[in-house]
Nanobody, 111 residues
Framework: QVQLVESGGGLVQPGGSLRLSCAAS????????VFWYRQAPGKQRELVAG???????NYADSVKGRFTISRDNAKNTVYLLMNSLKPEDTAVYYC?????WGQGTQVTVSS
């Protein structure tokens, strides 16, 4: 079973940046596909980005060109760099490996 711990969330002004981290333990992390999801209040959880074992990536249209997902297999960590943040990016962000979810980290974009 994989244990996932997200960190790096916080309060940021519109146009600002944050880098989220997802630290994993308990699996052969380098072979895992890892996803970032987010859930805003009153909305369904949505896929934000994913990264495969070979480093291939995909993004939701709403974040393309602003967010970058990357991984450091030596540290068993996946990152989500978020630039040009907008108020509509406000949500709890979760990472997911297979059926395993982290506890989430809150991102709030507000002036």
């Amino acid at each position: 079973q994989v244990q996932l711990v997200e960190s790096g969330g916080g309060l940021v002004q519109p146009g600002g940046s944050l880098r989220l981290s997802c630290a994993a333990s308990g699996s052969i992390f380098s072979s895992d596909v890892v996803f970032w999801y987010r859930q805003a209040p009153g909305k369904q959880r949505e896929l934000v980005a994913g990264i495969g074992s070979s480093g291939d990536t995909n993004y939701a249209d709403s974040v393309k060109g602003r967010f970058t997902i990357s991984r450091d297999n030596a540290k068993n960590t996946v990152y989500l760099l978020m630039n040009s943040l907008k108020p509509e990016d406000t949500a709890v962000y979760y990472c997911k490996v297979d059926i395993n979810w982290g506890q989430g980290t809150q991102v709030t974009v507000s002036s």
